[in-house]
């Protein structure tokens, strides 16, 4: 049953590219409808089993709660715009490694913010970032617009890493229900706003166009995440983030076989050299963490001879200014 859902979780992700991407080529679907849509659909399935237990919750969303939400949201609505946008420039191939950057850029925001990584982390940031440059260096011969979609996948990886910080900061004090229902609703709410500022339509598509956004909703959205949501509560975090890379080769897989989609060999091995390096970068994440962990046991154990403990443990100088509490979450959205 775990290697199943695993299975399912993997091709939902994988398919969330090449899904958009015959969406948009196919149909009169736009970029900002997909965000719209996707979003919009996904706060109303995750209000629903909120609003029946505990209603209450939303009553008492704090103004902290409320901030980190929205900027996790304004985060998540750019996010969207880029990568969904990038998928009509570049291939699906490239722009799915390329937002799939998301855990190497919070490996960096957290630097910028003072903590402190392990020599794999930085070699693994150093590996990945090598294979963005293959990749855009290949694109750039191919086309100016393959390396506008390729900047604009990177851009979008970068805002879900901000987007996952701030969620990070959110959950500490909210419920996954609550959450989700604030921030996917505000995210569809600034979309709508873009949406009207680019004079990209909302409704009036054909049918084939709303069954492209319902696929990518629940294929993507509803499947995919849920699987691997589901995954965490029987396998260390560790373990599905690794799964969740294979959303790259996954996705390449897909796109060249009900696409047609081939690529240069350079890009295949920026591909390869971006999953490496997220791998090690991963795995470098986890070694910190079971260090900080160790660090706090010892401090929080008794003290020999009725000395007593340590009261307080979550000063940064005691942990090497380590980041606290923040969720990681690997692969696009």
Same mark, same amino acid.
């Given at each position: 049953?775990?290697?199943?859902? =695993? +299975?399912?979780?993997?091709?939902?992700?994988?398919?969330?590219?090449? %899904?958009?991407?015959?969406?948009?080529? =196919?149909?009169?679907?736009?970029?900002? =409808?997909?965000?719209?849509?996707? @979003?919009?659909?996904?706060?109303?399935?995750? $209000?629903?089993?909120?609003?029946?237990?505990?209603?209450?919750?939303?009553?008492?969303?704090?103004?902290?709660?409320?901030?980190?939400?929205?900027?996790?949201?304004?985060?998540?609505?750019?996010?969207?715009?880029?990568?969904?946008?990038?998928?009509? %420039?570049?291939?699906?191939?490239?722009?799915?490694?390329?937002?799939?950057?998301?855990?190497?850029?919070?490996?960096?925001?957290?630097?910028?913010?003072?903590?402190?990584?392990?020599?794999?982390?930085?070699?693994?940031?150093?590996?990945?970032?090598?294979?963005?440059?293959?990749?855009?260096?290949?694109?750039?011969?191919?086309?100016?617009? =393959?390396?506008?979609?390729?900047?604009?996948?990177?851009?979008?990886?970068? %805002?879900?890493?901000?987007?996952?910080?701030?969620?990070?900061?959110?959950?500490?004090?909210?419920?996954?229900?609550?959450?989700?229902?604030?921030?996917?609703?505000?995210?569809?709410?600034?979309? +709508?706003?873009?949406?009207?500022?680019?004079?990209?339509?909302?409704?009036?598509?054909?049918?084939?166009?709303?069954?492209?956004?319902?696929?990518?909703?629940?294929?993507?959205?509803?499947?995919?995440?849920?699987?691997? @949501?589901?995954?965490?509560?029987?396998?260390?975090?560790?373990?599905?983030?690794?799964?969740?890379? %294979?959303?790259?080769?996954?996705?390449?897989?897909?796109?060249?076989?009900?696409?047609?989609?081939?690529?240069?060999?350079?890009?295949? $091995?920026?591909?390869?050299?971006?999953?490496?390096?997220? $791998? !090690?970068?991963?795995?470098?994440?986890?070694?910190?963490?079971?260090?900080?962990?160790?660090?706090?046991?010892?401090?929080?154990?008794?003290?020999?001879?009725?000395?007593?403990? !340590?009261?307080?443990?979550?000063?940064?100088?005691?942990?090497?200014?380590?980041?606290?509490?923040?969720?990681?979450?690997?692969?696009?959205?």
């Amino acid at each position: 049953m775990i290697f199943f859902l =695993a +299975a399912l979780g993997v091709l939902g992700v994988a398919s969330s590219g090449p %899904l958009i991407a015959a969406t948009l080529g =196919a149909t009169s679907v736009t970029a900002l =409808a997909i965000a719209f849509w996707r @979003n919009a659909i996904g706060a109303v399935v995750m $209000a629903g089993p909120t609003l029946i237990r505990e209603p209450a919750q939303f009553g008492r969303i704090t103004r902290r709660e409320l901030r980190w939400s929205l900027t996790a949201a304004v985060a998540l609505a750019l996010h969207f715009a880029c990568f969904i946008t990038s998928l009509q %420039l570049t291939s699906v191939a490239a722009a799915t490694a390329l937002v799939c950057l998301q855990s190497a850029w919070i490996a960096v925001f957290q630097l910028l913010r003072g903590a402190r990584h392990g020599w794999r982390v930085l070699a693994g940031l150093g590996i990945a970032f090598g294979g963005v440059v293959a990749i855009t260096g290949f694109d750039m011969g191919a086309s100016p617009q =393959a390396l506008v979609g390729d900047l604009l996948a990177v851009a979008g990886g970068a %805002l879900a890493g901000l987007y996952t910080l701030a969620g990070g900061k959110a959950r500490q004090t909210m419920t996954t229900g609550a959450y989700t229902t604030l921030c996917y609703g505000m995210c569809a709410a600034l979309v +709508a706003v873009l949406a009207l500022v680019a004079g990209q339509p909302l409704v009036g598509f054909e049918a084939a166009g709303w069954l492209g956004i319902l696929a990518i909703t629940v294929c993507a959205q509803l499947v995919g995440h849920t699987a691997f @949501n589901h995954l965490l509560a029987t396998m260390s975090p560790l373990v599905v983030s690794m799964i969740i890379l %294979l959303e790259i080769p996954g996705a390449a897989l897909l796109a060249a076989v009900f696409l047609g989609e081939t690529l240069p060999a350079g890009t295949y $091995a920026g591909l390869g050299m971006i999953l490496v390096g997220l $791998a !090690v970068v991963v795995l470098g994440q986890a070694s910190g963490w079971r260090l900080i962990r160790g660090r706090r046991a010892r401090l929080l154990a008794p003290a020999p001879d009725g000395l007593g403990g !340590v009261d307080r443990v979550d000063r940064p100088e005691d942990f090497g200014r380590e980041v606290d509490g923040e969720e990681h979450h690997h692969g696009s959205l």
